[in-house]
């Protein structure tokens, strides 16, 4: 078997291997699995299901690399140059792999572009981070002691991705994690395993070292085998909250650290003094973009009962004209829900909400274009308790919840066992800062919504996850800190004397 190279395709169904300590293998079990692309419904691509001793041996190559290989010698400033090469090859190829990615995953070529192309900064950020990562001098109360910290890389990275945004979201793991001085074993959503083996072709061509860039490809028993490693010494998780706390335990097994990032039911609230063009703009974005499946999508529009019906007709106005369509089509504004079992779960959801008293203001069924094509849904008469207001739909589906005063928005934002996201649309500024500062979310925007980039941290409040990926505290999460003490005198004679 040549393992030099990712296997050529024999038709039109690409067939993938996995990249382990640098090298382009088979699985050992020889079962594959089929990656459907969710617009035409048909096998595109197959990869190797990962057995047991695949998930062990590319754990043992990260192990390997990070404790015996060249990688842990490398300087700061040679692990940038390395990212800032891997950006600028994500940056050539941005158009390839975002194709590759709504092939995969159904989300809109458009929307992945714009994705893909602002992708090299996650790299060119934290090749910056990596050469400023530093230590202090502790202020010491020892005269004949100096004390001083270093930051070192928490070691071998198990990094598990779900379906929707599977290299971004990889990125807000990998570049903070390589400016570090980590090593990766990667497991992308059994759904949508593609990009991240193309990925690893980048990385090969970059060249990082053989072992610090891994991919496994299978579903929910890699995952466990991954986790549950001894030899893991970090779990950085992207996906629903049921299985955050099934990765959770798990690494409480081996005190392995846990970072989560998981769901979200996150609300609009939209003020009487908002412009409430751009504000309906702002929840069409929050909800509908990606097909509703965002884990920040804007879900709970809660919204001033002053301005209720209009904001609500200048929804639907828009909403009926969204143009669903092939993804690949740059006159698309929706593509379908990435997979058979996401279709039929929300319009499940759909329907319980009105059978829990909601009104079907637009949308609800399954759209004309058929498939896995939902249309967009506005549910209003929704009050916070039902649970199309709590739970998590992962689809377009929008649900309207009115307030009368201030607190009583503040108060309806909060009630949700998540915390992921928020948007406040007011133009008065005392208000927008004031409402800013009150909602528990980890990420909060003003006036806009969906904004994400490099520098900024993001994460949850509650359920949402622990821990940040991105900007300065992205970067901790990868990072260990040591203190070292320095006898400075030279002079230790008395063993019961010491410091
Ligand atoms: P999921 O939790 O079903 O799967 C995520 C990944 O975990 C997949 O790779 C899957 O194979 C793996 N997995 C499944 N069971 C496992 C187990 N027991 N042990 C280890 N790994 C296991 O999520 P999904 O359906 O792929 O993605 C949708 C969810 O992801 C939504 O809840 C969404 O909100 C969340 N999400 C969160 C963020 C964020 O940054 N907070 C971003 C995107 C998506």
């Not at 490809?217 to 996906?239: E, H, Q, Y």
């Not at 690949?328 to 008293?357: C, N, R, W, Y």
């Not at 207001?389 to 377009?396: C, L, N, Q, T, W």
Request: contains cysteine; negative net charge.
């Amino acid at each position: 078997m040549d393992t030099r190279t990712n296997s050529p395709s024999t038709d039109t169904t690409e067939r993938l291997r996995m990249y382990i300590g640098g090298a382009w293998v088979d699985g050992t079990s020889g079962q594959s699995l089929d990656s459907l692309n969710p617009y035409t419904q048909k096998v595109w691509a197959t990869v190797p299901d990962a057995s047991e001793a695949d998930v062990a041996s590319a754990v043992a190559a990260a192990r390997e690399a990070f404790d015996n290989g060249p990688w842990r010698q490398t300087t700061p400033q040679q692990r940038a140059a390395l990212m800032r090469k891997l950006g600028d090859l994500i940056a050539r190829d941005a158009e390839r792999m975002a194709r590759i990615e709504s092939m995969d995953n159904g989300k809109l070529l458009r929307e992945m572009l714009g994705q893909w192309k602002y992708l090299p900064e996650w790299m060119y950020y934290f090749a910056g981070q990596a050469t400023q990562s530093q230590g202090e001098v502790l202020p010491s109360d020892r005269p004949n002691f100096m004390a001083f910290t270093r930051k070192e890389p928490i070691g071998v990275v198990a990094a598990i991705t779900p379906w929707n945004s599977p290299c971004l979201l990889m990125m807000f793991k990998l570049a903070p994690g390589l400016a570090a001085g980590c090593t990766f074993v990667v497991k992308p959503s059994e759904h949508t395993p593609v990009s991240t083996l193309r990925f690893a072709e980048l990385v090969e061509e970059a060249g990082f070292p053989p072992g610090v860039f891994n991919v496994v490809t299978g579903g929910a028993d890699a995952g466990r085998w991954l986790v549950s490693s001894p030899d893991i010494d970090k779990i950085s998780f992207t996906g629903s909250d049921g299985v955050g706390k099934a990765i959770a335990r798990a690494g409480a097994e081996n005190f392995t650290r846990v970072s989560l990032e998981l769901g979200g039911k996150s609300p609009q609230v939209v003020f009487e003094d908002c412009d409430i063009e751009a504000a309906v703009n702002g929840v069409i974005s929050g909800v509908y973009a990606a097909t509703g499946q965002t884990c920040m999508a804007g879900s709970r529009l809660i919204v001033h009962g002053s301005i209720h019906d209009e904001v609500v007709k200048r929804l639907v106005a828009r909403v009926s004209t969204i143009k669903l369509g092939d993804p690949l089509d740059m006159a698309s504004e929706m593509g379908p829900a990435a997979t058979g079992q996401q279709f039929q779960k929300i319009l499940s959801m759909v329907k319980s909400a009105e059978a829990e008293g909601a009104t079907l203001a637009y949308g609800g069924r399954q759209a004309p274009q058929g498939g896995f094509f939902v249309q967009p849904t506005v549910l209003t008469q929704v009050h916070n308790q039902m649970n199309i207001a709590r739970d998590e739909v992962f689809g377009p589906v929008l649900a309207v919840i009115p307030f009368d005063t201030e607190e009583e928005a503040v108060k309806i934002a909060n009630d949700t066992r998540y915390g992921l996201a928020a948007g406040v649309w007011t133009q008065n500024v005392q208000r927008a800062h004031r409402v800013a500062g009150q909602l528990r979310a980890g990420s909060v925007w003003i006036n806009a919504y969906r904004v994400t980039a490099p520098f900024a941290p993001f994460g949850g409040f509650g359920h949402s996850g622990i821990g940040r990926e991105n900007g300065h505290e992205g970067m901790n999460e990868f990072l260990e800190t040591k203190t070292v003490w320095v006898e400075l005198s030279g002079n230790l004679r008395d063993p019961f004397k010491l410091g």
